[in-house]
């Protein structure tokens, strides 16, 4: 079990994940950029009233998640904690959002479903309405099977949500990020830093995702792609 600062238990504080911001939080953020966008954890720089990048991505994801979510790469399950305490907000059932599950190979201490394999999932076919990958597809080796496991997964009209930075500013990122999860364990060669647009389309339309929209935010550093089974 893994404890350190890549995860932690505590929730985003509610004012990181509005939007749109204030005008007065887009400045202090904009400042603030080196910090926590470089230098500080998420939570060090939520404590300084900094938006943090796990807040951005899920404020870019939550709006979109609707039934029953399998967040894959989920590290400490924050995404579905974060969905089940907000349902009555979002508008979607309760027990749709109880029943959605986040997955990883690794014990990040937020009683994520522990797997062996992204390819090979304990659960029935056409079990979910929206399945995730949140900034982890890069570190997926086999992706294509991971992506074609999804499918499997969801049911008719489902979605799949895929966040992800370009592989320039993630290397750049990945090298000086001192907190990230990667610091904290063995990385397999045919991992990626990052993954460009290119890439991500190609993978998607590969394993049967025809239909694909992006988002982009953090000052187009970062996008959602957005694509349905």
């Not at 979109?64 to 989920?74: F, I, M, P, S, T």
């Amino acid at each position: 079990m893994h404890n350190d600062l890549a995860f932690g238990s505590e929730f985003p504080p509610s004012w990181s994940l509005n939007r749109p911001k204030t005008a007065l939080q887009s400045v202090y953020d904009f400042l603030g950029s080196p910090l926590r966008m470089i230098l500080l954890p998420d939570m060090a720089s939520e404590r300084l009233h900094l938006t943090s990048l796990r807040a951005e991505r899920f404020a870019a994801i939550l709006p979109r998640l609707r039934g029953r979510v399998l967040d894959v790469g989920a590290g400490d399950n924050m995404l579905c904690r974060l969905y089940r305490d907000l349902a009555p907000a979002l508008g979607v059932s309760s027990e749709d959002a109880q029943a959605s599950v986040g997955v990883d190979i690794e014990d990040w201490n937020g009683q994520c479903t522990l797997i062996e394999n992204a390819a090979d999932l304990p659960f029935d076919d056409n079990s979910f309405d929206t399945i995730c990958f949140v900034a982890c597809i890069n570190h997926i080796t086999n992706r294509v099977e991971a992506l074609q496991e999804a499918r499997r997964l969801l049911r008719p009209g489902g979605q799949l949500l895929v966040t992800m930075i370009g592989p320039f500013v993630g290397t750049i990122g990945h090298a000086i990020w001192w907190y990230s999860e990667d610091k904290h364990r063995e990385v397999d060669d045919a991992e990626k830093m990052g993954m460009s647009s290119k890439e991500i389309i190609g993978i998607l339309n590969q394993t049967g995702f025809k239909k694909v929209s992006i988002n982009s935010f953090v000052y187009g550093l970062n996008r959602l792609y957005i694509a349905n089974a």
